[in-house]
Nanobody, 116 residues
Framework: QVQFVESGGGWVQPGGSLRLSCAAA????????MGWYRQAPGKQREFVAS????????KYRDTVKGRFTISRDNAEKMLYLRMNSLTPEDTAVYYC?????????WGQGTQVTVSS
């Protein structure tokens, strides 16, 4: 059962920006810490960023610190990821899920391709 629907991906040149969105169809969104994850071709899915339930605390993997910003809108049950200064190494399918991911909650993800 898909509980999260990601959107906003696409193709962008190096140095460009994208804003990803995640619509959450879960009743406990407001009290749940949430995260963004990504999976590049041939690689395992990896953590990108997380945000606490009240958005008071955020965490980022080292390679995206200073470039990516995670945010949320609890009233709309939406999670966002603003990505700036994108590099080809950011190319991947991006997913949202709980900070402690639930295997049955993974959506289809949204493809981000960074190339010239």
């Amino acid at each position: 059962q898909v509980q999260f629907v990601e959107s906003g991906g696409g193709w962008v040149q190096p140095g460009g920006s994208l804003r990803l969105s995640c619509a959450a169809a879960v009743p406990n969104f407001k009290i749940a810490a949430m995260g963004w994850y990504r999976q590049a071709p041939g690689k395992q899915r990896e953590f990108v960023a997380s945000v606490s339930s009240e958005a008071t605390t955020t965490k980022y993997r080292d390679t995206v610190k200073g470039r990516f910003t995670i945010s949320r809108d609890n009233a709309e049950k939406m999670l966002y990821l603003r990505m700036n200064s994108l590099t080809p190494e950011d190319t991947a399918v991006y997913y949202c899920n709980y900070y402690v991911p639930q295997n049955d909650a993974w959506g289809q993800g949204t493809q981000v391709t960074v190339s010239s």
